[in-house]
């Protein structure tokens, strides 16, 4: 295949993220990548970098609303400075139960994808706006979709159905799990000598854990939604639902409807809790182990739920695959946090799990495990942009 410019959008709640590669047969070549950030603040950023980390767009604008975010990045990039893309791949979150495969947008698709919206509120409809924005703007070519829960779709039934009355099964209620981008990036980097029992744990402002059998999803942390599974920056991660009743039944005596009462409880659970809700301080682990050398004992308490949290999580991992050769550790804490890593498998070592101080005292792509660990310990950083222009290039062939 001759060299083609593909561009990734990946969007989110309050940003929009871009990047443009030069694909061709086996050449991967990062061009620039972008962000629109604060969309729904008089204040934003958006920017956009060269292959060398130079700004070439660097601006502060008003962004009202998605519609200007996105209208500031497809303005910038049908400028002559960029390539006009060959291709686009979008990054999906959820398909819902029934678009299980990557694969070229149509109206339809689109339709199709928003019709489950209601299962990821938070993160299916800025995707829809985006998909239908593109295919109007960049006329003629080729979108595609690139699922997050893709990855996930060899989790077993045992392990994605709910225990809950059937009807809402049948509405899509199940475990999708996400971040699974991130996931394939991980064994993609790994090949081609991807362990057989492999656990990667993705930790960042939302943080989940996988079990690999053999390269393939065989669990994960997050279920319906990313607010389930570990502890995050501003989520519960998974929780007694009497807890969710106890909320509700609260916010119902101030509330002036249901909609109204459960939309109360979805700030809850994903904006105010985790990391956030116990800390009483901040999302951003750099601001906890800041608050934590102050001696801030809920910075703390945050901290080691976390931790402890994601322990067991391997524990339980490591039974599911009857055994570990590897745990990778991926994400922006999962790279950065020199004390997390140490704290998380500090009581591991029962299961093979045995860190190196000293090479674990490194930020980015290492091996930290010590000379004589029976599990191979790592940090990989992620490579979702990769991940999804690898999959446009081989759908593009199809
Ligand atoms: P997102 O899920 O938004 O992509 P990232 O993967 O960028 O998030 O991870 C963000 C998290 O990484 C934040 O909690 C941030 O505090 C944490 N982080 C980044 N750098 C460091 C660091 N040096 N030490 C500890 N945590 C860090």
């Not at 083609?4 to 694909?23: D, H, Q, R, T």
Request: net charge negative.
């Amino acid at each position: 295949m001759a060299s083609l410019p593909v561009l990734v959008l990946n969007s989110g709640s309050s940003s929009i993220k871009f990047s443009i590669y030069e694909a061709g047969d086996g050449q991967r070549t990062k061009l620039h990548e972008g962000a629109v950030d604060g969309i729904g603040t008089d204040l934003g950023t958006f920017w956009i970098k060269d292959a060398e980390g130079r700004k070439l767009v660097d601006e502060t604008p008003a962004l009202p609303n998605r519609a200007v975010a996105f209208k500031l990045v497809v303005d910038a990039l049908h400028s002559s400075d960029f390539p006009a893309p060959a291709a686009i791949g979008h990054r999906v979150v959820c398909g819902g139960p029934t678009v299980k495969e990557n694969q070229l947008i149509t109206p339809q698709l689109i339709d199709e994808i928003d019709s489950y919206a209601a299962l990821a509120p938070l993160h299916t409809p800025i995707a829809v706006y985006i998909m239908r924005e593109s295919l109007s703007l960049f006329p003629g070519i080729p979108n595609f979709a690139i699922l997050d829960t893709y990855f996930h779709r060899t989790m077993p039934e045992v392990v994605t159905h709910m225990p809950i009355p059937e009807e809402y099964s049948a509405m899509g209620v199940r475990r999708y799990g996400y971040h699974g981008i991130s996931y394939e990036s991980i064994v993609y980097q790994l090949e081609p000598n991807v362990p057989e029992k492999l656990i990667v744990a993705h930790l960042g402002n939302g943080a989940s854990i996988s079990a690999i059998r053999n390269g393939q999803c065989l669990d994960t942390s997050m279920g319906l939604t990313p607010t389930g599974g570990i502890i995050s920056g501003s989520r519960t991660g998974d929780i007694d639902p009497g807890v969710l009743l106890f909320i509700l039944h609260k916010i119902a005596e101030t509330a002036s409807s249901a909609t109204e009462a459960a939309d109360r409880l979805e700030i809850v659970v994903s904006k105010k809790s985790g990391l956030l809700g116990v800390s009483e301080l901040s999302n951003d682990m750099r601001d906890l182990r800041d608050a934590i050398k102050d001696g801030n004992a809920k910075a703390r308490l945050a901290v080691d739920k976390f931790t402890w949290t994601i322990a067991r999580w391997i524990g339980s991992y490591v039974a599911e695959l009857n055994g570990l050769d590897m745990l990778v550790f991926t994400g922006g804490i999962g790279e950065n946090d020199i004390a997390g890593r140490a704290e998380i498998c500090a009581g591991l070592g029962a299961l093979g799990i045995v860190l190196d101080p000293v090479r674990n005292n490194v930020r980015g792509e290492a091996v930290i495990s010590a000379e004589n660990s029976p599990v191979t310990v790592r940090v990989i950083p992620p490579a979702e942009d990769l991940m999804i222009v690898n999959h446009v290039v081989r759908l593009l062939g199809k």
